[in-house]
């Protein structure tokens, strides 16, 4: 995406909402940005990877989101225009740091992006983060649409500045993965070098300074709020005589406005854009006429409670609904047909043009899957084949090989976090007496799967600590980590190595297999499972679709008339590229990449090369 380099005020461009955050940082005169990959989040560092050198400013996947919330603040100490961005539950991670970092400030602007997931679409949770907004203090932005969020984004970087407070950016996956319209202003030049001038009662955050800090912080959320009564994102669209009033915020009030232009309804909406602090005054101005009033906002009722509790004082008499009133539900993404069904339990819609019901065609089903010849797919081939009868709890974590948890794989047994894989195996180990393997991927060791393999160390936990090792951030679009030998820059960088890293943490058991060797794999799996205390096994072969390119192996096929029809390879391995038709077992050719795994699980040599005649 060279183009959003382009210094072409006016230009039009249609941007994901994800392309639209960076170039609104481009536009604000970003120096810093760091992120660990998270969905949906992860192309705003896809797109600065490859445009961050030509721009002149600094990029970096960091080893976690705490870390990339650190580096980030400090650049904004020292003068540098900085971003930092995650998924909704990243922020879970860099918590620790921002919750300080809003006593401590900035000096230059600093942005903070968080993605939220409604609808659980590739997390595993849906929280609202809005929350931590009021927790830290914290001022927030709620944009709309892709161009919006560039707007707001560049707006952020200046709001930040005369508050010297971070200031959060908050998407929901609509806006993110959204394409729409964008209108380029002016780029600014970057300012990647600045200097930090020491100030310990500010900067350093022991309790008598944070004791100082505290009341300053309020003073300049304090500041924060006639801004957000004036903010330019806050917008009203009224009608003459409205039978309805509604509140909206984020992408639920596109379906909102949508409605109200389709079926042409008498309502009057007050649009958000600013959300923490609350705009009282605005809001309140906006109620009292009002009769009923409807607040369309997704996942929790953070707008919805300081509607109702702003209505005591400026209109007790004021109808409002929501998700307290059974309107709209607490759980999962909305969509035109869910704000629609909430406005006609409420005034007349009419039944035309409505949009189509999915629920009414019948789809297939489509679940995610392992890809054909992915190496987590023989890593846990491996392992069942190594316990044999043997009852083990397998502690998962978040990455691809969390899909491990289906048919006939079923090595996700508990999952709870990035790293917590680890941490919940030496529980079990502690507190149980079954075999307890944790299965995390490299780009999860070196986030947080490191101090709880120190800790499993320490405290003599014992379990099997597998590294399905990829060579890559796999799920999120292929980023590069510390041991893939690149950084965000697209640089050379040290190669961490996870097996000196485990020997140094004082694991005695530590190999090296490659899973597309499954007897071999098997066989270290069986001596893991026997060796007391914690041992690891990186297994270690490139993501698929890296390799996939390179892999120049003739799709297989299955011999009929040498297989016995015994399904191992479909209910032990289970790939994709296998499936039953009637009592046969066909290879998927379009599917099929040749990675030998059926070939090595067959009993009777049954699967054998595709030779064309």
């Known amino acids: 995406m060279k183009e959003l380099l382009d210094d072409e005020p006016g230009k039009q461009m249609m941007l994901l909402g994800n392309e639209a955050i960076v170039r609104g940082a481009l536009e604000a005169g970003i120096g810093h940005g760091s992120t660990y990959p998270g969905t949906p989040s992860s192309e705003i560092g896809n797109t600065l990877e490859n445009i961050a050198k030509d721009y002149g400013m600094y990029f970096e996947y960091s080893a976690n989101e705490k870390v990339a919330m650190e580096v980030a603040a400090a650049a904004a100490a020292s003068g540098v225009r900085s971003m930092a961005w995650m998924k909704h539950v990243g922020v879970n991670v860099a918590a620790d740091a921002l919750m300080t970092l809003m006593y401590c400030g900035v000096r230059a602007g600093m942005v903070i992006v968080a993605a939220g997931d409604p609808s659980v679409h590739s997390s595993q949770n849906e929280q609202d983060n809005r929350y931590y907004s009021v927790l830290g203090s914290i001022p927030m932005l709620e944009p709309t649409s892709p161009h919006e969020a560039k707007e707001m984004v560049k707006y952020a970087f200046d709001l930040s500045e005369e508050l010297e407070l971070p200031v959060l950016v908050r998407t929901t996956t609509r806006v993110n993965h959204a394409r729409g319209v964008v209108t380029f202003g002016d780029i600014k030049e970057p300012a990647p070098k600045g200097h930090f001038d020491k100030d310990p009662g500010r900067f350093v955050a022991v309790p008598q300074n944070a004791r100082k800090n505290h009341p300053r912080l309020l003073k300049q959320i304090g500041k924060a709020k006639p801004i957000s009564e004036g903010s330019p994102f806050t917008e009203e669209f009224e009608v003459d005589d409205p039978e309805l009033h509604v509140i909206g915020s984020g992408a639920g009030f596109n379906y909102i406005y949508e409605l109200r232009e389709i079926y042409d309804l008498p309502i009057s909406i007050l649009k958000l854009g600013m959300t923490n602090p609350f705009p009282e005054e605005r809001v309140g101005e906006f109620i009292k006429g009002a009769d009923r009033l409807l607040v369309v906002e997704e996942l929790e009722p953070f707008l919805e409670d300081k509607v109702l509790s702003l209505a005591k004082k400026y209109n007790p008499s004021l109808e409002v609904y929501g998700k307290h009133t059974g309107h709209f539900s607490r759980l999962y993404e909305y969509d035109p047909n869910v704000v629609r069904e909430a406005v006609s339990k409420l005034m007349d819609v ?225 790939c994709i590229a296998l499936v039953k038709e009637g009592d046969d077992v066909i290879i998927d050719p379009t599917l099929c990449i040749g990675c030998s795994h059926c070939v090595q699980v067959c009993p009777f040599d049954a699967i054998v090369p595709e030779v064309e005649e």
């Open 350 to 574: 009419p039944a035309g043009g409505e949009p189509l019901d999915a629920d009414e065609y019948e789809l297939p089903s489509r679940p995610p899957s392992l890809c054909p010849g992915c190496p987590h797919r023989a890593t846990y081939y491996a392992v069942k084949k190594a316990l044999g009868k043997t009852e083990a709890v397998f502690s998962s974590d978040i990455g691809c090989y969390t899909l491990g948890v289906q048919d006939p794989l079923n090595t996700a047994d508990f999952l709870l976090c990035m790293g917590g894989s680890v941490g919940a195996a030496g529980g079990f180990s502690k507190n149980t007496d079954q075999q307890v393997f944790a299965f995390l991927g490299d780009s999860t060791f070196f986030h947080s799967g490191l101090p709880a393999l120190v800790s499993g160390v320490y405290n003599q936990h014992d379990f099997v600590y597998v590294v399905m090792d990829n060579r890559t951030t796999a799920m999120t679009g292929h980023q590069p980590h510390p041991g893939t030998g690149r950084t965000g820059m697209g640089d050379p960088a040290p190669m961490l190595s996870i097996e000196d890293l485990a020997r140094g943490a004082g694991v005695e058991f530590v190999e090296t297999v490659n899973p597309y060797e499954i007897e071999k794999t098997i066989d270290v799996f069986k001596r893991a499972i026997e060796h007391p205390g914690i041992s690891v096994v990186v297994t270690k072969y490139p993501c698929v679709l890296l390799e996939k390119k390179k892999l120049s192996n003739p799709p297989y096929k299955v011999d009929q008339d040498e297989c016995k029809r015994c399904y191992i390879c479909v209910n032990q391995l289970g």
